[in-house]
């Protein structure tokens, strides 16, 4: 390179005939993705071997009967055997369901093994841990029943495709772009605002969620992508961060779900948010309180779905009453405003309310996550962001 800026000449020479192959067999290789990209439709289908498939099935169908029968054992037992049981028991089952495609089953009974690992460590804590073996027994008992039969109901059609369900996902089913396009799970041309991003570690999985809520400006929809790192792959999984742009996202995936649906894309364009856009933020909260507690509960009873529901609320006002944050909306519902327990300490912002500039008012929004607290058997809202007409401030981090 030296020599060619100093001007010295250089013989031109035939390309060698290793090289000239290799660049013929790149240019054909771009040219038939090329051609396949304008003709979709010529595209040959993946051959499915069914053969293969309908083992698989029979394979998590002799799971499920495994993990039936051991949840009825502890059940009979009762829950307080928890803490006269090794924790390596359970710990074993999950291997074993995860040698029999189920993965959703096999998280389980890792967090069951995770509570009475708790409970032998901490007897002081034994009775929460109990309740949240039992929690998850439910959960579970609730899945092996619908698992079976929609495992069964797969093998009779001979249907081996993704289906519109959560269940495919909770049986072990790794769901592609291309399923969801098959299903028509996605959108085009949209434009979503962060309202929220954190980060939690899931012990029985053992990786890191970092987890990111949008706000479609468009529909007024809120959806959550994650993004897990297994603490074993930490350096080979590229970290989230907040994002304080609005993303336009050309396709966006949406995977099969109720409420705050998990969400996907490959490529986006950030730009700044207009003030324009900012100011029509709020708009997009629930109707009222009433609204948003209807869905919640449906989503609570459904033991397959997460015991929250992420809301945005429109606001009338926020005061305390007897000590606790208590927001109201225009229409007079109200709803007390408090830490899940189960977020952990690190993620404590319901005090930060009133620590927002100026205060929250009538036309404001606030974000959260709506749950049941057992310890007064009421719903509560825990404050993750408060949206107004000139920005979004966010409560955690």
Same mark, same amino acid.
């Given at each position: 390179?030296?020599?060619?800026?100093?001007?010295?000449?250089?013989?031109?020479?035939?390309?060698?005939?290793?090289?000239?192959?290799?660049?013929?067999?790149?240019?054909?290789?771009?040219?038939?993705?090329?051609?396949?990209?304008?003709?979709?439709?010529?595209?040959? @289908?993946?051959?499915?071997?069914?053969? *293969?498939?309908?083992?698989?099935?029979?394979?998590?169908?002799?799971?499920?009967?495994?993990?039936?029968?051991?949840?009825?054992?502890?059940?009979?037992?009762?829950?307080?055997?928890?803490?006269?049981?090794?924790?390596?028991?359970?710990?074993?089952?999950?291997?074993?369901?995860?040698?029999?495609?189920?993965?959703? @089953?096999?998280?389980?009974?890792?967090?069951?093994?995770?509570?009475?690992?708790?409970?032998?460590?901490?007897?002081?804590?034994?009775?929460?841990?109990?309740?949240?073996?039992?929690?998850?027994?439910?959960?579970?008992?609730?899945?092996?029943?619908?698992?079976?039969?929609?495992?069964?109901?797969?093998?009779?059609?001979?249907?081996?495709? *993704?289906?519109?369900?959560?269940?495919?996902?909770?049986?072990?089913?790794?769901?592609?772009?291309?399923?969801?396009?098959?299903?028509?799970?996605?959108?085009?041309?949209?434009?979503?605002?962060?309202?929220?991003?954190?980060?939690?570690?899931?012990?029985?999985?053992?990786?890191?969620?970092?987890?990111?809520?949008?706000?479609?400006?468009?529909?007024?929809?809120?959806?959550?992508?994650?993004?897990?790192?297994?603490?074993?792959?930490?350096?080979?999984?590229?970290?989230?961060?907040? &994002?304080?742009?609005?993303?336009?996202?050309?396709?966006?995936?949406?995977? @099969?779900?109720?409420? &705050?649906?998990?969400?996907?894309?490959?490529?986006?364009?950030?730009?700044?948010?207009?003030?324009?856009?900012?100011?029509?933020?709020?708009?997009?909260?629930?109707?009222?309180?009433?609204?948003?507690?209807?869905?919640?509960?449906?989503?609570?009873?459904?033991?397959?779905?997460?015991?929250?529901? @992420?809301?945005?609320?429109?606001?009338?006002?926020?005061?305390?009453?007897?000590?606790?944050?208590?927001?109201?909306?225009?229409?007079?519902?109200?709803?007390?405003?408090?830490?899940?327990?189960?977020?952990?300490?690190?993620? *404590?912002?319901?005090?930060?309310? *009133?620590?927002?500039?100026?205060?929250?008012?009538?036309?404001?929004?606030?974000?959260?996550?709506?749950?049941?607290?057992?310890?007064?058997?009421?719903? &509560?809202?825990?404050?993750?962001?408060?949206?107004?007409?000139?920005?979004?401030?966010?409560?955690?981090?």
């Amino acid at each position: 390179m030296l020599e060619q800026l100093s001007g010295k000449p250089f013989a031109e020479a035939d390309i060698p005939q290793d090289l000239a192959e290799k660049r013929a067999k790149q240019a054909a290789r771009a040219a038939k993705k090329a051609e396949a990209a304008q003709n979709p439709a010529e595209k040959k @289908p993946a051959r499915t071997n069914t053969a *293969a498939l309908a083992k698989r099935l029979n394979r998590q169908l002799e799971g499920l009967d495994m993990a039936e029968q051991m949840v009825e054992d502890l059940l009979n037992a009762g829950v307080g055997s928890l803490a006269g049981t090794s924790a390596k028991t359970y710990e074993q089952l999950a291997k074993e369901l995860g040698n029999h495609y189920l993965t959703g @089953p096999q998280t389980t009974f890792s967090r069951i093994a995770l509570a009475v690992h708790n409970s032998q460590e901490s007897p002081d804590q034994a009775k929460r841990s109990y309740d949240e073996a039992l929690r998850v027994l439910i959960a579970l008992r609730s899945t092996i029943k619908k698992g079976r039969a929609f495992l069964r109901q797969k093998l009779e059609a001979g249907a081996f495709s *993704a289906e519109d369900t959560i269940l495919f996902e909770a049986m072990g089913g790794v769901w592609k772009l291309e399923d969801l396009v098959a299903i028509g799970a996605c959108r085009e041309n949209v434009r979503l605002i962060q309202l929220s991003f954190d980060v939690s570690y899931d012990a029985a999985r053992r990786e890191y969620v970092e987890r990111g809520f949008w706000l479609d400006i468009d529909t007024g929809h809120v959806d959550q992508t994650w993004n897990l790192r297994p603490v074993k792959a930490l350096k080979y999984v590229k970290g989230e961060d907040s &994002c304080f742009s609005l993303l336009e996202i050309p396709t966006l995936y949406i995977y @099969p779900g109720e409420g &705050c649906r998990r969400i996907r894309w490959e490529s986006s364009v950030p730009r700044p948010l207009t003030q324009e856009e900012q100011s029509g933020l709020p708009a997009l909260a629930q109707s009222d309180l009433a609204t948003a507690v209807k869905v919640a509960k449906n989503q609570i009873k459904n033991t397959l779905l997460p015991k929250f529901l @992420p809301v945005l609320l429109p606001v009338g006002q926020v005061g305390m009453i007897n000590g606790s944050f208590v927001l109201e909306d225009p229409v007079g519902g109200r709803i007390v405003l408090r830490d899940r327990p189960e977020d952990g300490a690190d993620h *404590a912002s319901a005090a930060r309310v *009133a620590a927002v500039p100026g205060g929250l008012h009538r036309g404001d929004a606030l974000f959260g996550l709506m749950f049941y607290d057992k310890k007064d058997r009421s719903l &509560c809202l825990h404050p993750y962001s408060a949206v107004t007409r000139s920005r979004i401030i966010r409560l955690q981090y």
